[in-house]
């Protein structure tokens, strides 16, 4: 079946620009992840759905950045009043619950 | 809280075997994870490791010990290919909220592989 797929695949956006990222998690997957990675850099756990709990949303780095998920399905990320330090890789990840994660290609995102 | 520790980079020649470690301090350890990135790439899953010993897949061998929070990749007849980050990542509990084991990457080794 069809893996983890994210879009925008790349976004170019100005500072102080509101930015939204996609995440279609594998179909079944309860458990849905997001990931910031900067350049060079490992992967920054920023916030963990699981079926319809409340998120864990102990990762977010302030109050710019939030995430809604439906249900079982689509994940946004959003990014307000985008900042240059924003600049990374966004990667989304989905599971069977407490399973292997598998990864999505990623959202490029550049903020200028 | 959970902290992981494993080489930055690493170096080694094509047809070589080489090992890639991790050290990790976790509460309600839950699994140990290896994932292989390609630059630009998203990472992709290698293996799991929740009980000690060795575990083989192909080239591809992990080992674990749970009492020394110690893990390894290991990696035999290298390939250019393998040319690629290595992800150690651990699960654990984390009191967050209602609580909930999550995943907990390292930085990534490096791994470079020369003719």
């Known amino acids: 079946g069809a893996g983890v797929s994210q879009s925008p695949s790349n976004k170019v956006t100005e500072k102080g620009k509101d930015v939204e990222l996609r995440c279609d998690p594998i179909?079944?997957?309860?458990?849905l992840y997001w990931y910031r990675q900067r350049l060079g850099q490992g992967l920054e756990f920023l916030i963990y759905?699981?079926?319809?709990?409340?998120?864990?949303k102990s990762g977010l780095p302030s109050d710019r950045f939030s995430a809604e998920r439906t249900g079982e399905s689509v994940s946004t990320l959003t990014i307000q009043r985008t900042q240059q330090e924003d600049s990374a890789v966004y990667l989304c990840?989905?599971?069977?619950?407490?399973?292997?994660?598998?990864f999505g290609p990623g959202t490029r995102l550049l903020v200028l | 809280g959970q902290n992981i520790d494993q080489p930055t980079e690493m170096t080694a020649t094509e047809g070589a075997i080489v090992q890639i470690n991790c050290t990790y301090q976790?509460?309600?350890?839950?699994?140990l994870f290896w994932y292989q990135q390609h630059a630009g790439e998203a990472p992709t899953f290698l293996s799991y490791?929740?009980?000690?010993g060795l575990e083989e897949k192909g080239r591809f061998s992990s080992f674990l010990s749970r009492s020394k929070g110690y893990s390894y990749l290991l990696l035999k007849e290298l390939q250019m290919k393998d040319s690629a980050s290595y992800l150690c990542?651990?699960?654990?509990?984390?009191?967050?909220?209602?609580?909930?084991?999550?995943?907990?990457f390292g930085k990534g080794t490096k791994l470079s592989v020369i003719p």
């Open positions: 990840a989905s599971s069977f619950t407490g399973e292997t994660q598998y």
């Open positions: 179909s079944g997957h309860t458990a």
């Open positions: 759905f699981q079926g319809n709990s409340a998120p864990d």
């Open positions: 976790t509460s309600g350890f839950n699994g």
């Open positions: 490791n929740v009980l000690d």
């Open positions: 990542a651990v699960r654990g509990w984390v009191n967050s909220g209602a609580g909930s084991y999550q995943l907990t």
